[in-house]
């Protein structure tokens, strides 16, 4: 396994020099090299595949997650139920806010199920996994992080043997820290991603802690007496003789997510310290080679840790793994961002601004839209706001754990603006906006969506798609996005309840293979031209009257020109190819062109990906 991994860095070092040589200019930038031609897939464990149900999570393993009160009754949720039906266990606790029982549901989705499911990454294309938070914590979602040096528990083999295990050791000493059966299992998924050609990065949620923390739960035992008292901003402790109670610094007053202190330079000295070792506890593992670590981290909420913190973050990893990707949360206008992204902190960002200019073009009503040429500008602006190489490894999705689904987006074009990020997650939670429509995609909603496909996989930037968007689920935002992975051997049930109790005609839940082999196709042309993944950009069409956008890809002679009609009909344009004949990859046609034209009849809402001779 170790040998097969081996060639496989080879490989990506072989490529990155070729990359080099080919563009002088790479020379002087930060990024990795490899991150240009990644196409990642970003997975939600607890909700991707439950492969091994004798780990499965107990009532006791959830305690400590909001809600905080424990319910009556309680059991593992069945995979294939309908999202809004209460279960018999839910409806005997009596209570009626459905956002409990949601937040309370588990699946058991754990590590074993995405290793089983690999090979099936693999097929569809992709080459890279972003993994939500993994480290131990009572939650779904694992935000609230027990620990940063231990995979959570319940995704191992061995739950009760590993808290065991964990409670020798002394926190504040890494020498003491063990390795469990769940990082042990971390660690075989990691070599068998490797092994399929597959980079992974992990989550670091480095502002903020859970309560179910070592060190918070240390600080709340002993009070002022704690090794920790210094990790926390504490308010107050308790005393009887001043009259006060312990109170502290929430992530934006999240109480079950106690915020570490910093100072002017971010963290202070003991968190700090302490990520540092987690850090390289996962980049190095048992000190036996970065071969066998993860090749990057995905950070939360960047913009709550200051600058001087992710510098010297940032000079420790690439001490570590000089080609380590470092990719930030940040949603915020690019010139927020670019601060970020100068060669001293991070490589690229979870693109959110891309998923934003999108919706405008492609998805929003004609009273909300951008047009072709306003399109081009936001996208020049995003390529030319940051240093070289930059825009070539920023993660450019439209889905996440923290949006609507692309489909369920789709389908609700217009109630919002996806931009305005603040008004917008409101309005998009069935919860929240009445207005907002639960109902399945139609064929018409997918056709956007697989003209987005079109152009997300061939542009400049590292195309990311969330789990399940591949084959047609749909959902609003949190916690509507989490539903579990649709699987070829699970039964599922209709979704007949909406958010509000009320039924409605059955939405079959199944995968829509049309919509996968799409996305498998589009991903196999973007891994097997590399102009689309590394070659040069220009904008060649921006055509406000057809609704007209093509642009240009090159890279060592090799050219492919992308056509995309976004307009309600059948379009007729003209292009200049520059050669004798062109293979339409996406429409499986050939072309000859005349006089170094080429004339086509683009369908409405389809495209055309021209690679030419």
């Known amino acids: 396994m170790k040998k097969a991994y081996l060639s496989f860095s080879a490989l990506l070092v072989m490529l990155a020099q070729a990359t080099s040589a080919q563009q002088p200019a790479a020379t002087k930038e930060f990024v990795p090299?490899?991150?240009?031609?990644?196409?990642?897939?970003?997975?939600?464990?607890?909700?991707?595949?439950?492969?091994?149900?004798?780990?499965?999570?107990?009532?006791?393993?959830?305690?400590?997650?909001?809600?905080?009160?424990?319910?009556?009754?309680?059991?593992?949720?069945?995979?294939?139920?309908?999202?809004?039906?209460?279960?018999?266990?839910?409806?005997?606790?009596?209570?009626p806010e459905l956002?409990?029982?949601?937040?309370?549901?588990?699946?058991?989705?754990?590590?074993?199920?995405?290793?089983?499911?690999?090979?099936?990454?693999?097929?569809?294309?992709?080459?890279?996994?972003?993994?939500?938070?993994?480290?131990?914590s009572p939650s779904h979602h694992k935000y609230d992080g027990a620990s940063y040096h231990h995979i959570d528990p319940n995704f191992g083999p061995d739950p009760e043997g590993d808290r065991k295990l964990i409670a020798t050791e002394n926190p504040l000493n890494p020498a003491t820290w063990v390795w469990t059966k769940a990082d042990e299992l971390t660690l075989k998924l990691i070599k068998e991603?490797?092994?399929?050609?597959?980079?992974?990065?992990?989550?670091?949620?480095?502002?903020?802690?859970?309560?179910?923390?070592?060190?918070?739960?240390?600080?709340?035992?002993?009070?002022?007496?704690?090794?920790?008292?210094?990790?926390?901003?504490?308010?107050?402790?308790?005393?009887?003789?001043?009259?006060?109670?312990?109170?502290?610094?929430g992530w934006f007053g999240v109480k079950s997510l106690p915020e570490l202190r910093e100072d002017e330079n971010g963290l202070v000295k003991g968190p700090r310290d302490y990520v540092f070792a987690a850090t390289h506890r996962w980049m190095n593992p048992k000190n036996q080679g970065i071969e066998n670590g993860i090749d990057g981290w995905r950070l939360d909420?960047?913009?709550?840790?200051?600058?001087?913190?992710?510098?010297?973050?940032?000079?420790?990893?690439r001490a570590i793994n000089p080609q380590a990707y470092l990719t930030a949360e940040i949603v915020d206008t690019p010139e927020k961002v670019k601060p970020y992204m100068q060669g001293d902190e991070f490589d690229g960002e979870m693109n959110y601004n891309f998923a934003f200019t999108c919706s405008e073009f492609f998805f929003n009503p004609d009273s909300m839209r951008i047009n072709a040429t306003q399109f081009d500008a936001k996208l020049k602006q995003m390529r030319e706001m940051y240093p070289q190489g930059v825009a070539y490894v920023?993660?450019?999705?439209?889905?996440?754990?923290?949006?609507?689904?692309?489909?369920?987006?789709?389908?609700?074009?217009?109630?919002?603006?996806?931009?305005?990020?603040?008004?917008?997650?409101?309005?998009?939670?069935?919860?929240?906006?009445?207005?907002?429509?639960?109902?399945?995609?139609?064929?018409?909603?997918?056709?956007?969506?697989?003209?987005?496909?079109?152009m997300q996989m061939t542009y400049v930037g590292a195309p990311m798609v969330y789990y399940g968007d591949e084959i047609g689920m749909w959902g609003g935002n949190d916690p509507d996005c989490r539903k579990p992975m649709i699987w070829p051997d699970i039964k599922y049930a209709n979704e007949v309840y909406g958010v509000d109790g009320s039924t409605?005609?059955?939405?079959?839940?199944?995968?829509?293979?049309?919509?996968?082999?799409?996305?498998?196709?589009?991903?196999?042309?973007?891994?097997?031209?590399?102009?689309?993944?590394?070659?040069?950009?220009?904008?060649?069409?921006?055509?406000?009257?057809?609704?007209?956008?093509?642009?240009?890809?090159?890279?060592?002679?090799?050219?492919?020109?992308?056509?995309?009609?976004?307009?309600?009909?059948?379009?007729s344009i003209n292009i200049k190819l520059g050669g004798n004949k062109a293979k339409d990859l996406l429409n499986e046609k050939t072309y000859t062109s005349k006089n170094g034209a080429l004339d086509l009849k683009i369908n409405s809402k389809w495209g055309a990906v021209l690679k030419v001779n």
Not at 41 to 54: A, V
Not at 56 to 77: R, Y
Not at 197 to 225: M, P, T
Request: with cysteine; aromatic share 14%; net charge positive.
């Open 33 to 95: 090299q490899w991150a240009k031609s990644a196409v990642w897939y970003q997975i939600f464990p607890e909700r991707f595949r439950n492969g091994d149900t004798s780990n499965d999570p107990t009532l006791n393993d959830i305690k400590g997650a909001d809600p905080s009160e424990l319910p009556s009754h309680w059991q593992v949720h069945p995979w294939g139920s309908d999202w809004y039906e209460q279960q018999p266990y839910e409806k005997a606790n009596s209570e």
């Open 99 to 136: 956002w409990k029982h949601i937040l309370r549901r588990r699946y058991g989705g754990d590590l074993q199920g995405v290793i089983d499911k690999l090979n099936y990454i693999k097929d569809m294309g992709f080459n890279a996994i972003y993994l939500n938070p993994i480290f131990a």
């Open 193 to 249: 991603a490797h092994k399929r050609g597959i980079r992974i990065i992990f989550d670091g949620v480095f502002n903020h802690l859970g309560a179910n923390s070592f060190a918070f739960q240390d600080l709340k035992k002993n009070q002022e007496k704690s090794p920790y008292k210094d990790w926390f901003t504490v308010k107050s402790f308790d005393d009887s003789t001043k009259g006060t109670k312990f109170d502290y610094v």
């Open 301 to 317: 909420v960047a913009y709550c840790v200051a600058h001087p913190f992710w510098k010297e973050w940032r000079k420790e990893v």
């Open 394 to 454: 920023t993660q450019n999705l439209f889905g996440s754990h923290d949006a609507n689904r692309i489909g369920s987006h789709i389908v609700n074009r217009g109630v919002g603006q996806f931009r305005d990020w603040g008004t917008y997650f409101g309005k998009s939670q069935a919860a929240q906006n009445p207005k907002y429509s639960t109902r399945k995609p139609t064929s018409n909603d997918l056709a956007l969506q697989k003209l987005f496909v079109i």
């Open 504 to 571: 409605h005609t059955p939405d079959k839940v199944e995968i829509n293979k049309d919509l996968q082999t799409h996305y498998k196709k589009m991903i196999a042309i973007r891994n097997s031209n590399p102009e689309l993944q590394l070659g040069t950009y220009k904008t060649l069409i921006a055509d406000n009257k057809k609704d007209i956008f093509a642009f240009e890809r090159i890279y060592k002679g090799k050219r492919t020109i992308v056509i995309l009609n976004n307009s309600s009909k059948k379009q």
